[in-house]
């Protein structure tokens, strides 16, 4: 069974009973969250808030910020601006980080609807992570990750492997991700 497959079931499950549902779509990276995402949201009809739209800024880069948990994303900027307002059930205004540009490069807003879908390394951070109705880790094999991301081009290829993926590993090892998670899918 694919995992979009697998995604659907339960989403369509939880919808029959939790409305609205938040869905949480965490793993590595190359793992293919994007891509469940995308085929998720158009299924549903959902939108999907991207964790990479809260990159860590330049000025938040520092050894003792690499060193926390998870520290690897905006969670402070995530945590005011989206998982506060789907707290209190009001719509998401967000700023959208363009880590191409190194800056934020518009303004986002989402009304909480049927079902919201948020993407992404760091999405079941331990500051927000209570705002999910379901939560789904996605894995892949070494050898298919490894692919995925030589295919994304040489440099931030590099960038995975020096920087990128030794953090992922510190907060992926911190964790219980099956106890976590409500399913455990595999692209």
């Not at 609205?20 to 085929?39: D, N, W």
């Not at 909480?112 to 993407?119: A, H, T, Y």
């Not at 999405?123 to 050898?143: G, N, V, W």
């Amino acid at each position: 069974m694919s995992a979009f497959h697998e995604a659907r079931v339960l989403i369509e499950r939880r919808l029959e009973v939790d409305q609205p549902l938040i869905v949480a779509i965490e793993g590595g990276a190359a793992t293919g969250k994007s891509t469940l995402a995308a085929q998720l949201s158009a299924h549903f009809q959902a939108p999907v808030i991207p964790m990479d739209d809260f990159f860590l800024p330049p000025a938040l880069r520092t050894p003792k910020r690499y060193a926390e948990k998870g520290g690897n994303i905006h969670y402070e900027r995530f945590d005011a601006q989206v998982a506060t307002p789907l707290r209190a059930g009001a719509p998401v205004c967000y700023q959208v980080y363009d880590c191409h540009h190194d800056r934020i490069s518009q303004t986002r807003t989402i009304s909480p609807g049927r079902l919201l879908l948020i993407e992404g390394v760091y999405s079941l951070h331990p500051r927000y992570r209570d705002i999910y109705d379901l939560r789904l880790f996605l894995r892949t094999t070494a050898a298919t990750q490894d692919a995925r991301l030589r295919a994304r081009g040489d440099g931030l290829y590099q960038r995975f492997q020096s920087t990128w993926l030794p953090l992922e590993k510190a907060y992926f090892d911190s964790e219980d991700w099956p106890r976590l998670c409500d399913a455990i899918l595999t692209t």
